[in-house]
């Protein structure tokens, strides 16, 4: 079963829309696109959503792994688990949803047109 979430953060300037936390494609680093336009944006450790253990039901704690990655801990179950490994890959989600993201070209893997 995947633990893959949906989960979003503020809402964007550009389009006024539901950003979505997704996994960028650098790996454990995240970003909040906007789900009109795709647009990415930083995403700060308070902005991610308030959830709750899986297990015990508590609040988890926001919190940065060993390399300075957001993650959820629950001190109860002392597990954690990064927000990456929650949230979808950006490819994933803006592309099967048919948004053409206008990355600009600068890492040259960008070909949406
Ligand atoms: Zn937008
Ligand atoms: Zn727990």
Redesign the pocket.
């Known amino acids: 079963m995947s633990i893959k979430k949906n989960l979003y953060g503020t809402r964007?300037r550009?389009?006024s829309?539901k950003s979505l936390i997704v996994q960028s494609r650098t790996g454990g680093f995240i970003t909040q696109n906007?789900e009109?336009?795709g647009?990415p944006r930083r995403i700060t450790i308070q902005q991610l959503p308030s959830l709750p253990c899986r297990h015990c039901g508590c609040e988890l704690r926001k919190t940065r792994d060993r390399r300075g990655n957001y993650a959820y801990s629950c001190l109860t179950c002392s597990l954690s688990v990064r927000v990456a490994d929650l949230v979808p890959k950006w490819q994933e989600h803006f592309e099967e949803c048919g948004v053409g993201v206008g990355v600009d070209s600068a890492t040259g893997s960008s070909n949406a047109w």
């Open positions: 964007s550009c389009c829309s906007c009109s336009c647009t």
